[in-house]
C-alpha cells in the first residue's frame, strides 16, 4: 500500500503563498495521477488541482491562475504551489494518489489519500 505525507500547510494572510507537498512512499507501486483536494468546513471535498504522470494538469475554476501543480516522478512527490491566497482557499488540503501494483502474475489499481494539512488564510 502506498503512503502519502503532505506536509506545508499553515497560517499566511490574504496575497500571501504557501506550498504544499505529499510524499509518496511504499514498496512495488507505480503513481499514475495525483491531485490535491480540499475540504472547508461544512462543504464538500473539492478537486483543487490534478496532474498525469505525463504531466497533464487541470484546476478548479476558482484557483486558476493562482495555484499551480507539479509533481517529480524520481521522488514520488507532487506540490502545489499556492500563490495570492484568500480567504476563501482556507481548508484542510488532501493529497490523492492513484497508483498500481504489478506482480509476475497480476495487476491492480488502488487508490491513497493522505492525512490533510490544513491552510488558513486571515489576516
Known amino acids: 500500500q502506498v503512503q502519502l505525507v503532505e506536509s506545508g500547510g499553515g497560517l499566511v494572510q490574504p496575497g500571501g503563498s504557501l506550498r504544499l507537498s505529499c510524499a509518496a512512499s511504499g514498496s512495488t507501486f507505480i503513481i499514475n495521477d495525483m491531485g490535491w483536494y480540499r475540504q472547508a468546513p461544512g462543504k464538500e471535498r473539492e478537486l483543487v488541482a490534478a496532474?498525469?504522470?505525463?504531466?497533464?494538469?487541470k484546476y478548479a475554476d476558482s484557483v486558476k491562475g493562482r495555484f499551480t501543480i507539479s509533481r517529480d516522478n524520481a521522488k514520488n512527490t507532487v506540490y502545489l504551489q499556492m500563490n495570492s491566497l484568500k480567504s476563501e482557499d482556507t481548508a484542510v488540503y488532501y493529497c490523492?494518489?492513484?497508483?498500481?501494483?504489478?506482480?509476475?502474475?497480476?495487476?491492480?489499481?488502488?487508490?491513497?489519500w493522505g492525512q490533510g494539512t490544513q491552510v488558513t488564510v486571515s489576516s
Open positions: 496532474i498525469t504522470s505525463g504531466g497533464s494538469t
Open positions: 490523492n494518489a492513484d497508483y498500481t501494483v504489478a506482480t509476475e502474475t497480476w495487476e491492480a489499481d488502488f487508490d491513497s
